[in-house]
């Protein structure tokens, strides 16, 4: 069975920092890409960036382009969020979310339950 | 970035209703076109893909249909443990991936 294990949510101050983790089992990592998908509080869905199997390609919304940085420990079977120079717009659950199919980045199956970042 | 909007943005219906559920892009997308269910607390599923292909497990209940700039999804026979919010999403990650704003179903 997947599972993905969102980790690292917490409260910050605008400016600050703070890295989300995300650990994966049940299925063979290396060879899925990975997403993050935010939830704001009573909003829709918001995709945020995807990163692909060997973690050589990366992908951003534009507005945390710069000051996010998508990586993964194949390794570890971890995916990680590093987000800086957070604003109180960044405030919301972040799913992480694998891709549905190999060799795909766009489609999200399954979801974690979701990690909250507060910005305030 | 190709923008997703989704119609009714609520809908009230009973168990054993059809219910469907549009989605516009602001420019043509082919078939890259998923649709999400999601429940009060939870995170979301994957229930139809390339516009029109069921997800494994997902009832046959649910069907998709559309090409280019529309879509919909089709709930045929409501179930109670279908009123949830559902989301369009364009899936194509060098166009920008976007979703819908979501329609929520509920309970007449």
């Known amino acids: 069975e997947v599972q993905l294990l969102e980790s690292g949510g917490a409260l910050v101050q605008p400016g600050g920092s703070l890295r989300l983790s995300c650990a994966a089992s049940g299925f063979a990592f290396s060879q899925f890409a990975m997403n993050w998908v935010r939830q704001a509080p009573g909003k829709g869905l918001e995709w945020v960036s995807s990163?692909?199997?060997?973690?050589?390609?990366?992908y951003y919304i534009d507005s945390v382009k710069g000051r996010f940085n998508i990586t993964r420990d194949n390794s570890k079977n971890t995916l990680y969020l590093q987000m800086n120079s957070l604003r109180v717009e960044d405030t919301a659950l972040y799913y992480c979310?694998?891709?549905?199919?190999?060799?795909?980045?766009?489609?999200?199956?399954?979801w974690g339950q979701g990690t909250l970042v507060t910005v305030s | 970035d190709i923008q997703m909007t989704q119609s009714p943005s609520s809908v009230s219906a009973s168990v054993g209703d059809r219910v469907t559920i549009t989605c516009r892009a602001s420019?043509?997308?082919?078939?890259?076109l998923a649709w999400y269910q999601q429940k009060p607390g939870k995170a979301p599923k994957l229930l139809i893909f390339?516009?029109?292909t069921l997800q494994n497990g997902v009832p046959s209940r649910f069907s998709g249909s559309g090409s280019g700039t529309d879509f919909s999804l089709t709930i045929s026979g409501l179930q109670p443990e279908d009123f949830a919010t559902y989301y369009c999403q364009q899936v194509n990650t060098f166009l920008g991936i976007t979703f819908g704003p979501g329609t929520k179903v509920d309970l007449k």
């Open positions: 420019q043509a997308i082919s078939t890259f």
């Open positions: 990163v692909s199997g060997s973690g050589g390609s990366t």
């Open positions: 390339a516009a029109s």
């Open positions: 979310a694998k891709a549905a199919v190999v060799g795909t980045t766009g489609l999200f199956s399954p």
